[in-house]
């Protein structure tokens, strides 16, 4: 079963990545900032659902 | 010639520049578990990836501001942010919307209502023609009240705690507050406030931190609102430096008193406050010091001051001050630790230390004592609780006469007596109360621990001591008195000829030590008694023009030198009285050895102010001091001199020069004063310490031969 801490820790490996990304020149700031807001609105979606399932 | 691999481009270093500081520290947070809360501020900091950028290749102060919100996301990661009312979320920004432009001329579009308005100050009730919003119009005299409640308000929406929406406007050629109406919003008052704590709780450290004293307002008014269960704070006109009716207030620009006043149930406050514990405190103040970093101040500090305002730079160095403060108090715990070092008996001064370690031996030796005849007399002590006595029976304030004297009762008496020969006398316990220290409560406590034990067999009163109770009220007195100091200015005056010969000598300093340096007493107008020729006189809270020239003198404008008390009694050994006479630091009249006060002119805890009257003639007497190129706003810029405006010495209309008195009532002419010193003074950081005995007595007149004491931090 899927819980808020396996979202939360499978959501920083993402960053993670993004910010490797970043580092090698594949990503700018601008680019980086977006992909963020993406991922906050994905975070709060699953978040959401285990606040609905309860 | 260079090689190519030593070339850095711009580029490159901002490249690395941002990965070092923005890109590293975050991966290094993400590789740690993370609570929820904790990774929505990283991808809160990763939507701002390109303002970063941007920082990060401009000022230091942008760079200051992102490294702090980086450290206190770091630290957020093992902290949870709950809260425990639903209806406010602190730290998240609420956003209204404007109705006017910034200080816009609304008279034209505003019409005045037929309302009755409540409050302190000038208002009325207004409806804009166009937009039918309903204002509450209101003025001061002061246009800066109205302008800090407006920085206060702001900083309040910042971190989500719910306000009037208010904007600066003018209105028939004065500058205005308009609020617009929290329409069906119902008054609460204290009684109701207590109920809705919670809530209000939300906010307490924003209250506290902006010094928003009557945040509930009094017991008759409201300044809370209540709408669809929201709580408003309307009026935070109390914020800052002013009261919330009229005039001005203490307000440290170093800690945050008011932390600890705001939950005194002395004050209205603190009825609503008074259960609000260091954690919920070190809650808040984590989250504030992330979200209210110098630059975010700085924009709302501009905001309503305008770019490049000295008032702004005042309020919110101000603010970066007293939230230092408060993440040493109570995130790191440095403030804390602090206390618990001066609190200790090496924080006294050599000779207190032998004599508190003096009293701390005679207590041990009574406990030890106790404890011993405790033992030798047992077989008394078991027959006397075979009795069974009750201990009423020998209370001493009993009619003891008229009862019946039985062996046991005899026994316990004999016991009483001895006792008394081993436990020290009051006298030999005599120590001031400032040379109180932890180790001295610990003696007490296991002192008054065995008799208390011994008392109580022999029916006795116990001695009420409790050692946690005299610690805390120990380190909350040193903190209070080092805001205090910290908080104060000390002024020294003489006069124009005065001053010119202490630029001569480049040094401020006592009689005794003008004569030994310069063969003569050069630079003291006011004739001193030979008593008081080692020290010079530095006032607390105030500033005595009169001592501009000796008495039966026509006066003349006052020169003014101000050092901050910290400094003062951490430098110097200071004899209280209407001020501190301040004499040297080995200053010591019994063994004859004689250090006297002595300032040099320059030192950056020393500023001269001089009546701008004098100023041509000063500039032509400064020449002689030019150092090669030097202007001559150069070498006052060392000297650390600025020129009084009249309004500080003389009164306005008739021109004559104003008194201590005249300075008292007025008010504003002192605190331009202290103003003026402040903008030359470095900003000294908040230091901890305690004004304490150093062994030492000042030789002042026979009446006042009392204990030096200096500052120990």
New interface residues.
């Given amino acids: 079963m899927v819980n808020e801490e396996a979202v939360i820790k499978q959501i920083q490996t993402i960053i993670l990545r993004i910010l490797e990304r970043f580092e090698k020149g594949e990503l700018t700031t601008e680019q980086v900032a977006e992909l963020a807001k993406s991922i906050e609105v994905m975070l709060e979606n699953k978040i959401h659902s285990f606040v609905s399932d309860k | 010639m260079y090689e190519q691999k030593h070339l850095v481009t711009p580029e490159a270093k901002q490249k690395s520049m941002?990965?070092e500081r923005f890109?590293k520290p975050?991966?290094e947070i993400?590789?740690q578990?993370?609570?929820?809360q904790s990774?929505?501020k990283?991808?809160d900091l990763?939507?701002?990836?390109?303002r970063?950028?941007q920082i990060l290749t401009g000022s230091n102060s942008g760079i200051e501001a992102f490294e702090n919100a980086k450290i206190s996301v770091a630290s957020e990661s093992v902290t949870d942010f709950e809260h425990d009312s639903g209806l406010v979320q602190l730290g998240k920004e609420l956003k209204y919307p404007s109705h006017f432009k910034y200080c816009e001329d609304v008279t034209e579009k505003l019409e005045k209502l037929d309302r009755n308005s409540e409050g302190t100050s000038e208002s009325f009730w207004a409806i804009d023609r166009t937009s039918g919003v309903t204002f509450y119009m209101k003025t001061e005299q002061e246009e800066d009240k109205l302008r800090t409640e407006l920085l206060a308000d702001l900083i309040y929406r910042k971190m989500g705690i719910p306000v009037a929406n208010k904007q600066l406007v003018i209105y028939g050629e004065k500058l205005w507050l308009a609020s617009e109406e929290l329409v069906d919003a119902k008054p609460c008052y204290l009684s109701e406030l207590k109920k809705l704590s919670s809530q209000l709780r939300e906010g307490f450290v924003l209250d506290a931190l902006l010094a928003n004293r009557d945040v509930f307002g009094l017991i008759s008014n409201s300044n809370i609102l209540e709408k669809d269960g929201v709580l408003y704070r309307v009026d935070n006109g109390s914020s800052f430096v002013h009261r919330g009716r009229h005039g001005k207030k203490k307000y440290s620009e170093v800690a945050c008193p008011e932390i600890d006043s705001l939950r005194d149930e002395e004050n209205t406050a603190g009825k609503v406050y008074t259960k609000v514990d260091s954690q919920v405190i070190k809650k808040q103040v984590q989250l504030i010091t992330h979200v209210l970093n110098e630059e975010t101040i700085r924009t709302l500090a501009s905001s309503v001051y305008g770019q490049n305002s000295k008032i702004a730079d005042v309020l919110v160095a101000s603010l970066q001050g007293r939230i230092q403060y408060l993440y040493d108090r109570f995130v790191t715990g440095e403030g804390e630790k602090d206390l618990q070092r001066l609190a200790s008996v090496s924080s006294l001064a050599e000779t207190v230390q032998t004599e508190v370690k003096n009293i701390v031996a005679i207590l041990t030796k009574a406990t030890d004592q106790i404890i011993q005849f405790r033992q030798d007399h047992s077989a008394e002590f078991n027959e006397i609780r075979q009795q069974q006595h009750s201990p009423a029976e020998v209370l001493p304030d009993q009619d003891w006469m008229s009862s019946p004297i039985d062996v046991t009762t005899m026994k316990r008496w004999n016991l009483l007596r001895d006792l008394d020969e081993i436990i020290p006398k009051n006298e030999e316990l005599d120590i001031s109360q400032d040379a109180n220290c932890t180790e001295l409560i610990s003696a007490k406590d296991a002192y008054f621990k065995a008799l208390n034990e011994v008392k109580q067999e022999l029916g006795e009163r116990e001695v009420q001591f409790n050692a946690e109770e005299a610690v805390t009220r120990l380190t909350r007195n040193i903190e209070q008195e080092s805001i205090g100091v910290n908080e104060e200015l000390a002024a020294h005056v003489t006069g124009f000829e005065d001053l010119l010969k202490i630029l001569k000598s480049g040094k401020l300093m006592s009689k005794a030590k003008q004569i030994q340096l310069t063969g003569q007493s050069q630079a003291k107008v006011t004739s001193k008694s030979s008593a008081e020729m080692h020290q010079v006189v530095f006032d607390r809270k105030k500033i005595r023009p009169e001592y501009s020239a000796p008495e039966n003198v026509s006066k003349v404008p006052p020169v003014v030198f101000i050092v901050p008390s910290v400094h003062l009694l951490s430098s110097y050994q200071g004899m209280e009285s209407d001020g501190w006479h301040a004499f040297g630091l080995n200053h010591n009249e019994q063994n004859n050895q004689l250090d006297d006060f002595s300032i040099d002119v320059g030192d950056s805890q020393l500023a001269i102010l001089v009546p701008e009257e004098y100023m041509e003639q000063l500039r032509q007497h400064l020449k002689q001091f030019l150092k090669d190129s030097e202007t001559i706003e150069g070498i006052e810029q060392r000297m650390q001199i600025a020129y009084m405006p009249r309004a500080c010495y003389r009164d306005a209309e008739s021109g004559r020069l104003l008194t201590s008195m005249d300075l008292i009532k007025a008010g504003s002419p002192l605190e331009q004063m202290y103003g003026l010193a402040r903008s030359i003074l470095p900003k000294n950081s908040f230091r901890r310490g305690r004004i304490s005995r150093t062994g030492n007595l000042g030789h002042g007149s026979a009446s006042w031969n009392k204990p030096l004491s200096r500052f120990f931090s």
């Fill in positions: 941002l990965s890109i975050l991966k993400l590789r578990p993370l609570r929820l990774l929505r990283v991808l990763l939507k701002e990836a390109p970063v950028e």
